[in-house]
T-cell receptor
Framework: LAKTTQPISMDSYEGQEVNITCSHN???????ITWYQQFPSQGPRFIIQ???TKVTNEVASLFIPADRKSSTLSLPRVSLSDTAVYYC??????????FGTGTRLLVSP | GAVVSQHPSRVICKSGTSVKIECRSL??????MFWYRQFPKQSLMLMAT?????????EQGVEKDKFLINHASLTLSTLTVTSAHPEDSSFYIC?????????????FGQGTRLTVV
């Protein structure tokens, strides 16, 4: 069973900020939280990874509260090309990654 | 960044034949690789863990005699779909991780679209 729960789908418009929240109530001490993006007929692509507090890179921010039981991926000013499926995963080291349903984000003009 | 390459990107085969899919880590060594399959509009489903120099570990419900995995080197794992049937048509994806202190990031191949006719 997947260790994470996230909304099945979300809709947004170009230029808006999108926040996708993921629940991982049973996260282990050594687990990291990683988000992937997948376009149709492509393999998932790494977006961001964090352990606690806030992590920011050139494409997204990841907010993790102190209890680490959830996390929020923030995509600033989305564009049409951000339409994709976003997966939240928790894992330690070389553990096999178990994918949940993912969140299908649709960005409209 | 690290790259994982899959070949072929798409293949069409006749029912009853076998198809081999390659997964290569291009600029790092991967002692462990993973194979997934994905049906349309669904999430990735882990099929097996490929271990360099030893037998693969299959997930429950995945037939090891049908999906043969070979991990003969630190940069190459292959998945062979034997005696393929139309229900094996799917999108197959491999991944590998490069260990770094403090975290690991999995890199995925571009996927292989298998169509069995």
């Amino acid at each position: 069973l997947a260790k994470t729960t996230q909304p099945i789908s979300m809709d947004s418009y170009e230029g808006q900020e999108v926040n996708i929240t993921c629940s991982h109530n049973n996260i282990a001490t050594n687990d990291y939280i990683t988000w992937y993006q997948q376009f149709p007929s492509q393999g998932p692509r790494f977006i961001i990874q964090g352990y606690k507090t806030k992590v920011t890179n050139e494409v997204a921010s990841l907010f993790i509260p102190a209890d680490r039981k959830s996390s929020t991926l923030s995509l600033p000013r989305v564009s049409l090309s951000d339409t994709a499926v976003y997966y939240c995963l928790v894992n330690t080291g070389f553990q096999k990654l178990v994918f949940g349903t993912g969140t299908r984000l649709l960005v409209s003009p | 960044g690290a790259v994982v390459s899959q070949h072929p990107s798409r293949v069409i085969c006749k029912s009853g034949t076998s198809v081999k899919i390659e997964c290569r880590s291009l600029d790092f060594q991967a002692t462990t690789m993973f194979w997934y399959r994905q049906f349309p509009k669904q999430s990735l489903m882990l099929m097996a863990t490929s271990n360099e120099g030893s037998k693969a570990t299959y997930e429950q419900g995945v037939e090891k005699d049908k999906f043969l995995i070979n991990h003969a080197s630190l940069t190459l794992s292959t998945l062979t779909v034997t005696s393929a049937h139309p229900e094996d048509s799917s999108f197959y994806i491999c991944s590998a991780s490069r260990a770094e202190i403090g975290n690991t990031e999995a890199f995925f191949g571009q996927g292989t679209r298998l169509t069995v006719v």
